[in-house]
């Protein structure tokens, strides 16, 4: 398809992310936004349902069992490093954790969520490993 307009990516990313290969769904959401084209809401609730899939992997690295669980967690202060320099401050009024503030600040950062977006991160094709994600 010569001409991609927002129809035909978000056909392309759902249908990865509806048929299980989520880590194609990213890729091409990534193209997508490499190629300056700006999601829109069913795209953008694929990806999401693509990372709630990719969820799975993070509670396993949470519980340190995944091969890459260093790399991940790596990954994981990388962006936390990068959202904070754009102004991210956790929300932890929601937090059910007994701890302290900085505690509880800590245990959102590594919450499945990241988690399962840090290893996409990692392992979808195309990506550097030296780019800001």
Known sequence: MQDKDVISWTSLVTGFAHNGSCEEALKYFCDMRIA???????????????????????VRAT??????????????DEMM????????VADIKFSLHDLDVEG????????SEKL??????LTVPGRSTNSHF
């Open 116 to 121: 399962a977006v840090a290893f996409a991160l």
């Open 36 to 58: 300056g084209i700006c999601p829109d809401q069913i795209v953008v609730a694929s990806i999401l349902s693509a990372c709630a899939e990719l969820t799975s992997v993070g």
């Open 104 to 111: 509880k600040a800590l245990g959102l950062a590594y919450h």
């Open 81 to 88: 490093l990068l959202i904070k320099e754009a102004g991210y």
């Open 63 to 76: 519980n340190r069992g995944h091969p890459r669980t260093a790399d991940i967690y790596s990954k994981i």
